[in-house]
């Protein structure tokens, strides 16, 4: 770490760490992410890691799966007093060698991977985050594709499917398609995560498998068209969500959230438009677009059920 980097990563912590001293981050209260630190303090995403590793080195934050680093709640809170540094455990207190478990491993690849993103999941980064040596790992999960399997597996377990699903084809599948976006959304990382082309063994997913082709086949499809058809509505929604990711990427390295990226690239479209060649686009963007990632998605998966009705003994929608 240069010195300037090294003097901004100092300064960062300890602004952290006077806001859980004071107060101002109470226990349980989500500290800023590594995202959020690379745009409030300009800094590089390694920064960023840096910076919360540290934190959770001195005791102060732990990682909590699905939500985040979060404060931790001291033993002994003393008021004013700063917390003792602890031995490097990493954000899953308990997690030594000798307490090593594949359900803390999946866990903490899981809040690395939510936190700064698939590319920053490697067997080194998860057993930094735990505290343990990077082949303890290696006792319970086989190579980084096994942990990724373990860890797709565990979020979309996580939330089920209901026990019963609606009576329509077209509610469930609806219903199916809409959850599996929620999870995308939740966690960027799963749709480039998932391969169409070399799909991994996910038990918790076959649940969705088993909805969309009971209920094609029961109004109509045979079983290797309704596959198709689900193959079809999978990749279209993990298509539209390995946006996610990219987009995370790209505004943790220029510092700039879709919006003020649109902005700054006006000036060279409005240049282009100025020829007169392009009158629709024009007219649009006099107009103004809202880009909504959600409504793309409804529309497209609204217009995907359509076409399927046909095949059908129930009506299209539209």
Same mark, same amino acid.
């Given at each position: 770490m240069s010195g300037q980097a090294g003097a901004r990563y100092?300064?960062?912590?300890?602004?952290?760490?006077?806001?859980i001293e004071t107060g101002e981050?109470?226990?349980?209260?989500?500290?800023?992410?590594t995202r959020e630190i690379t745009r409030q303090w300009g800094v590089a995403m390694a920064t960023a890691t840096k910076v919360l590793t540290e934190l959770r080195r001195e005791g102060l934050v732990r990682a909590v799966p699905g939500v985040g680093t979060v404060v931790e709640t001291p033993s002994?809170?003393?008021?004013?007093?700063?917390?003792a540094a602890v031995p490097r455990t990493g954000g899953l207190s308990g997690a030594g060698p000798a307490g090593l478990t594949l359900g803390r491993i999946v866990a903490a690849a899981v809040v690395v991977a939510d936190e700064e993103g698939l590319a920053a999941v490697s067997m080194r980064r998860v057993a930094a985050e735990l505290g343990v040596a990077t082949m303890s790992l290696y006792r319970h999960v086989a190579d980084k594709d096994d942990l990724l399997t373990r860890m797709m597996d565990v979020v979309i377990g996580a939330d089920p499917l209901p026990a019963d699903p609606p009576a329509g084809w077209r509610d469930t599948v609806e219903l199916a398609a809409r959850r599996l976006w929620g999870l995308f959304r939740r966690h960027a990382w799963l749709a480039p995560a998932m391969s169409m082309t070399r799909p991994q063994v996910i038990a918790s997913a076959l649940p969705y498998s088993e909805w969309i082709l009971s209920a094609l086949h029961a109004h109509g499809l045979d079983l290797h068209t309704a596959f198709t058809a689900h193959l079809t509505l999978l990749n279209y929604a993990r298509g539209m969500a390995v946006n996610l990711e990219s987009e995370r990427e790209a505004e943790a390295h220029s510092g700039l959230d879709g919006e003020e990226w649109m902005d700054a690239q006006e000036p060279a479209l409005l240049a282009v438009l100025a020829s007169g060649r392009f009158p629709s686009v024009s007219r649009l963007t006099e107009a103004g677009?809202? !880009?909504? &990632?959600?409504? %793309?998605?409804? !529309?497209? &998966?609204?217009? %995907?059920?359509?076409?399927l009705a046909p095949l059908l003994d129930e009506p299209s929608a539209g």
């Amino acid at each position: 770490m240069s010195g300037q980097a090294g003097a901004r990563y100092g300064q960062i912590v300890g602004e952290l760490r006077r806001r859980i001293e004071t107060g101002e981050l109470a226990p349980g209260d989500r500290v800023p992410s590594t995202r959020e630190i690379t745009r409030q303090w300009g800094v590089a995403m390694a920064t960023a890691t840096k910076v919360l590793t540290e934190l959770r080195r001195e005791g102060l934050v732990r990682a909590v799966p699905g939500v985040g680093t979060v404060v931790e709640t001291p033993s002994r809170p003393v008021r004013g007093a700063r917390p003792a540094a602890v031995p490097r455990t990493g954000g899953l207190s308990g997690a030594g060698p000798a307490g090593l478990t594949l359900g803390r491993i999946v866990a903490a690849a899981v809040v690395v991977a939510d936190e700064e993103g698939l590319a920053a999941v490697s067997m080194r980064r998860v057993a930094a985050e735990l505290g343990v040596a990077t082949m303890s790992l290696y006792r319970h999960v086989a190579d980084k594709d096994d942990l990724l399997t373990r860890m797709m597996d565990v979020v979309i377990g996580a939330d089920p499917l209901p026990a019963d699903p609606p009576a329509g084809w077209r509610d469930t599948v609806e219903l199916a398609a809409r959850r599996l976006w929620g999870l995308f959304r939740r966690h960027a990382w799963l749709a480039p995560a998932m391969s169409m082309t070399r799909p991994q063994v996910i038990a918790s997913a076959l649940p969705y498998s088993e909805w969309i082709l009971s209920a094609l086949h029961a109004h109509g499809l045979d079983l290797h068209t309704a596959f198709t058809a689900h193959l079809t509505l999978l990749n279209y929604a993990r298509g539209m969500a390995v946006n996610l990711e990219s987009e995370r990427e790209a505004e943790a390295h220029s510092g700039l959230d879709g919006e003020e990226w649109m902005d700054a690239q006006e000036p060279a479209l409005l240049a282009v438009l100025a020829s007169g060649r392009f009158p629709s686009v024009s007219r649009l963007t006099e107009a103004g677009y809202d !880009f909504d &990632l959600d409504a %793309l998605f409804e !529309f497209g &998966l609204q217009r %995907l059920l359509d076409g399927l009705a046909p095949l059908l003994d129930e009506p299209s929608a539209g």
